[in-house]
């Protein structure tokens, strides 16, 4: 498919939605779902760009729409079941709309066995795509349209440019660097759903990096399963850090964030980077997933404890104050209790200000699927509580460090007279205020913390 065909197949979409916009006097709408990562939300900004190019309106609202598209993860089981559930629950509301057309995309249609139950046991559901096939939706739903089902599912792992974009937000944007994975940690279905490892041109992420400063964007995160990887597939002449740099570069005021490094890759030319280039923000989000040096040889992870901790302390060095978070996986087939207590210990020695907790959840058609895992849930379910405590401990720790401080916050979202702003850290921060502060950089004066957030005072600005 080029260009050509994709606009040739969004005007004739178009022609179908205006006469029906002419019948039922609006337009159609749209509902678009989004699970998982944040590269599902930056695929679901582009397929609402899309969407919005061949005459779609979008709503909140499932019952009102035309179009209800669910944008899927399939990185731990509990992810497909909320999928499962929720695709389940629209039959009823397809009995009463049967001109609704009903779509499902992303990584869990990616797995055959997934997509051979959508064909199978819903029925109701008209379309089906797999994360390879996003820059055909035009063409894809005019056949929906016009004849009738459609799974599309295979495709080569390639880097589509041009895709329109509508992004959820004026002032905080995604921006895809990379796609793939090709690590194959042995719990992670990622590389099987999103293919190998592809680096989008330099060109094209300055390109678009410059229009959204351009445009107003105030933040700028970087995305990729594995952002050090960037360039490696460009035949050398660009690195990840020498990104951040040109990036960097571009005039106005504008944090750059990124996500997400992997230590095996984490290097210090990075942390170096991360210290001269003053937008790019100071927060490390660095997945160590366990403490135990045989656990991490069995997931293929590629460092040991000791060379983690080594990293964290360069980047602390390096980087005066920075903010780290990590992933932690706790009950991977095989591990022990005593292997769960060098996790414990790596939480204890690192005091991340956050860290995002999983139970091992087995992925049909990856390695550890195929793994001994004698320990039950309900005992995987207290090392997960003492690891919560011990890290809400030092995560309310770290806050309370922060009081008295004046940080610089960018408002993101205003409730009842209360705004919701980041810092440079990306701790939230809460305080009073209105609309008006919206996408701006404030100085806020921080007065008391919980384990979760800081509150504060504007200061003027
Ligand atoms: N590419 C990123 C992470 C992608 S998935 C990285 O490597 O850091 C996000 C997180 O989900 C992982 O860091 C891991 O902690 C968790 N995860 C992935 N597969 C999982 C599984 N099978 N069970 C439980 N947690 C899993
Ligand atoms: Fe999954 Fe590992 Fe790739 Fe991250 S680096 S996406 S955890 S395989
Ligand atoms: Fe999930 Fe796919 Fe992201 S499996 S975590 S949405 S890459």
């Known amino acids: 498919m080029n260009e050509h065909d994709s606009i040739d197949y969004t005007l004739k979409v178009k022609e179908l939605n205006d006469n029906r916009s002419a019948k039922n006097g609006r337009k159609p709408l749209a509902f678009i779902h989004t699970y998982g990562c944040q590269q599902n939300v930056s695929d679901s900004e582009h397929i609402a760009g899309l969407l919005s190019q061949m005459g779609f309106e979008f709503t909140d609202d499932v019952k009102k729409a035309d179009l209800a598209l669910y944008n899927t993860c399939a990185v731990r089981e509990h992810a497909e079941q909320r999928v499962f559930g929720n695709i389940g629950a629209l039959k009823g509301i397809k009995d009463r709309n049967p001109d609704m057309i009903i779509a499902v995309c992303g990584c869990m249609t990616q797995q055959k066995q997934v997509a051979e139950k959508f064909k199978r046991s819903y029925p109701y559901v008209d379309l089906v795509f797999g994360t390879h096939a996003l820059p055909k939706l035009p063409e894809m739903l005019y056949n929906v349209m016009t004849k009738g089902r459609v799974f599309e599912l295979g495709g080569e792992d390639v880097v589509t440019e041009g895709i329109p974009v509508r992004r959820d937000s004026k002032f905080k944007a995604w921006l895809p660097v990379m796609y793939g994975c090709n690590n194959f940690c042995t719990y992670c279905i990622v590389p099987y759903v999103r293919g190998r490892e592809r680096s989008r041109t330099t060109e094209a992420i300055m390109d678009e990096a410059k229009k959204l400063v351009a445009d107003g964007a ?94 964290i302390q360069e980047v602390k060095e390096k980087v005066p104050g920075i903010s780290l978070t990590s992933d932690v996986i706790v009950g991977f087939p095989g591990e022990t209790y005593e292997d769960f207590c060098e996790t414990l210990d790596v939480v204890r020695q690192v005091e991340f200000d956050n860290l995002f907790t999983f139970i091992y959840s087995k992925r049909e058609g990856t390695p550890a699927a195929k793994m001994e895992d004698p320990v039950t849930h309900e005992e995987k379910t207290k090392w997960m509580a003492e690891l919560l405590a011990v890290q809400e401990e030092i995560s309310a720790r770290n806050m309370a460090k922060r009081v008295g401080r004046t940080e610089r916050v960018l408002c993101e979202n205003v409730k009842d007279g209360t705004v919701f702003g980041r810092t440079n850290e990306n701790l939230v921060v809460r305080f009073d205020g209105d609309e008006s502060l919206l996408g701006k950089f404030v100085n806020v004066k921080i007065t008391r913390s919980d384990r979760s957030a800081l509150f504060g005072e504007l200061q003027n600005i």
Do not use: W
């Not at 970087?222 to 002449?237: A, C, F, I, M, P």
């Not at 040109?246 to 504008?254: T, Y």
């Not at 991360?274 to 997933?289: D, G, I, R, S, Y």
């Open 218 to 311: 105030r933040e700028i995160t970087l995305l990729g399963q594995n952002v050090n990887s960037y360039g490696k597939d460009l035949g050398g002449t660009i690195n990840f850090s020498q990104l951040l740099r040109k990036i960097n570069a571009i005039e106005g005021d504008f944090l750059i964030r990124f996500m997400t490094s992997h230590p095996k890759d984490a290097t210090s030319e990075l942390f170096d980077t991360m210290a001269e280039c003053e937008k790019v923000a100071k927060h490390l989000h660095l997945p160590f997933q366990s403490g135990s040096n045989r656990i991490l040889k069995l997931m293929n992870r590629r460092y040991t404890k000791e060379k983690y901790l080594s990293l």
